[in-house]
C-alpha cells in the first residue's frame, strides 16, 4: 500500500507514552515479554472506521447514535460519537501505515446491527419491545490511530494499544494487524 493522506481522530497517547506503555514494568508487560520476547520496536497504524446514524426506540424514547464500526473485518470495538466528528476533532497525516478496507457496506451494516442490538440489550433487555434499528451511512471515514510494539526473536508478534481510548487491546486486534502484517 502506497503513501497518502488520510483524516484520523487525533491521538491521545503520544510516542513516548507508547514506549512507556509497552516497555512498562505491570504484570501484563512482563507476561508478555515472558511468552513473546523483547520489545523490538513500535509503530503507529490506522484503521478506517465508517460513520452510521443509527436510531431506534428503547421504551417509549426515541434514540438515534453515531457508531463507527472498523471497515476492515468489523472485529474491533464499536465507536461512538455524540455528533459527527469536526475539523478540530481530526488530523491529516500522510502515512503509509494504513489498513486497507476490505469489508463491503452490506456486511459492515449486518456486523453493526448485531453489535448495536447487545448494546441495546445491555442497557435494558425488558425495555425492549418490537426493536427496529434504522442505519444509515454517514459520508465520512475516519481512521483510529492505533500504536503496535512488536515483540520477539523471530516471529513477531504484536500488542496493541488503542491511541484514542487510551487502553490495551485484545486478541482481535492483535490477529486483525498480525494477518495485514503477514499479508
Known amino acids: 500500500m502506497g503513501t497518502t493522506y488520510i483524516q484520523s481522530l487525533k491521538p491521545n497517547v503520544t510516542q513516548q507514552e507508547a ?67 469536526a475539523a478540530h476533532d481530526l488530523v491529516s497525516i500522510y502515512t503509509r501505515n494504513r489498513v486497507a478496507p476490505s469489508l463491503e457496506h452490506p ?39 492505533y500504536w503496535l510494539g512488536f515483540y520477539g526473536h523471530a516471529a513477531a508478534r504484536c500488542r496493541v494499544l488503542n491511541a484514542v481510548r487510551r487502553r490495551m487491546e485484545g486478541a482481535k486486534a492483535s490477529a486483525l494487524f498480525e494477518s495485514w502484517l503477514a499479508a
Not at 508487560?29 to 523490538?40: A, D, E, H, Q
Not at 452510521?52 to 472498523?70: C, E, K, M, P, S
Not at 446491527?113 to 447487545?118: E, F, G, I, M, P
Request: aromatic residues 14%; charged residues 20%.
Open 19 to 85: 514506549l512507556r506503555t509497552f516497555s512498562g514494568v505491570g504484570p501484563s508487560t512482563l507476561y508478555w515479554r515472558m511468552c513473546s520476547g523483547p520489545l523490538r520496536r513500535i509503530a503507529d497504524v490506522y484503521v478506517p472506521y465508517w460513520l452510521y446514524r443509527v436510531q431506534y426506540n428503547l421504551g417509549r424514547r426515541a434514540h438515534a447514535t453515531l457508531f463507527a464500526i472498523d471497515a476492515v473485518n468489523g472485529s474491533l470495538d464499536l465507536f461512538t460519537f455524540p455528533r459527527i466528528p
Open 107 to 145: 456486511s459492515a451494516e449486518a456486523l453493526l446491527r448485531q453489535k448495536v442490538l447487545r448494546v441495546i440489550f445491555q442497557q435494558g433487555f425488558f425495555k425492549v419491545r418490537d426493536l427496529q434499528l434504522e442505519i444509515e451511512l454517514r459520508p465520512l471515514e475516519v481512521h483510529v490511530p
